[in-house]
Nanobody, 125 residues
């Protein structure tokens, strides 16, 4: 059974950093794309970043490019999202997701079948 568990969220001041983790189980992790998404109150779920299992290529939304870094550790079945220079507009619930039919990069929520429970990130002074 595919399971994804996020951790690492919290409260941080503007300009601060957080590292989110997504621990995966129930599938052959190294082959598949993992995506990070976020959803703020009253807004649609937005693709933040993704990393391919095939060639570890990466995607970043323009809003986080240069500030966020995605990486994966296949030995630990874990994907990380290092978030630096955080802004109040980064405040949201962050989710990781995957699909057993997705090998390339995607920022479209509909292309992902399995989701974690989410972790709250709040950026405020």
């Amino acid at each position: 059974q595919v399971q994804l568990v996020e951790s690492g969220g919290g409260f941080v001041q503007p300009g601060g950093s957080l590292r989110l983790s997504c621990a995966a189980s129930g599938f052959t992790f190294k082959y598949y794309t993992i995506g990070w998404f976020r959803q703020a109150p009253g807004k649609e779920r937005e693709g933040v970043s993704s990393i391919s299992g095939v060639d570890t290529s990466t995607y970043y939304a323009d809003s986080v490019k240069g500030r966020f870094t995605i990486s994966r550790d296949n030995a630990k079945n874990t994907v990380y999202l290092q978030m630096n220079s955080l802004k109040p507009e980064d405040t949201a619930v962050y989710y990781c997701a995957t699909s057993l039919n997705l090998y390339g990069l995607s920022s479209t929520p509909d292309e992902y079948d399995y989701w974690g429970q989410g972790t709250q990130v709040t950026v405020s002074s």
